[in-house]
């Protein structure tokens, strides 16, 4: 049984036809409708990534899911870490005497790179153990960034342009954003270190 017949074509179709029937601000309802889904899954990515790439294209479809996902991410994120980051940090140091602050960066960097591109770890579990681990913005936005984009183009791209000759340039773009978003990430956690307070051991 091939792996995408689990998803099911009525609610693709549905999810197409509510989307398409915004009109003109249909590509603006299905970018809030990914970033509800990143930032409270309520209902499965893989069928609106599906309808987004079948109703817009694998170009827009693409860049909907991943911006949107990534949209969502980023708000939980800061929602958790407002509302208990601190909390989290002190009961933590309070009680194992570890000092979250002092987290290996580029370790935490490629871990979420890996739960994201890995779907092992469910998404609102990353964003909330990020936001409350300590994990800087900067650090947590691009290693998201790069994390979803395998699953925004595979799900985006089922049944249409991955199959299509003339995507091969699309593909190769998508390959060179990850590269560029690697660089601009690991350029942003040295510049974050470097204007890190430095605060005295209490």
């Known amino acids: 049984m091939d792996f995408f017949q689990s998803v099911s074509d009525l609610s693709v179709a549905m999810v197409i036809n509510y989307i398409r029937a915004f009109g003109m601000l249909a590509p603006l309802v299905a970018f809030l409708l990914f970033t509800i889904q990143a930032a409270l899954p309520v209902f499965p990515y893989i069928v609106l990534a599906v309808a987004g790439g079948l109703l817009f294209g694998f170009k827009m479809g693409f860049i909907l899911s991943w911006l949107g996902a990534l949209t969502g991410a980023c708000l939980a994120y800061w929602i958790c ?13 309070s009680r194992l005497g570890y000092d979250l602050k002092k987290m290996d960066a580029e370790m935490a960097f490629w871990t979420i790179v890996v739960a994201r591109i890995i779907p092992v ?53 998508i390959l060179a954003a990850i590269l560029v978003l690697a660089g601009v990430g690991r350029y942003m956690r040295k510049k974050s270190r470097l204007h890190l307070p430095t605060r005295s051991s209490s």
């Open 81 to 93: 870490k407002l509302i208990a980051g601190d909390w989290a940090q002190n009961k933590i140091k």
């Open 121 to 173: 770890v469910p998404t609102p579990i990353i964003n909330v153990a990020a936001a409350l681990g300590g994990v800087s913005f900067w650090n947590f936005f691009f290693s998201s960034a790069i994390g979803k984009i395998p699953s925004a183009v595979l799900y985006t791209g089922l049944g249409i342009c991955l199959f299509q000759t003339r995507d091969i340039k699309l593909t190769l773009g």
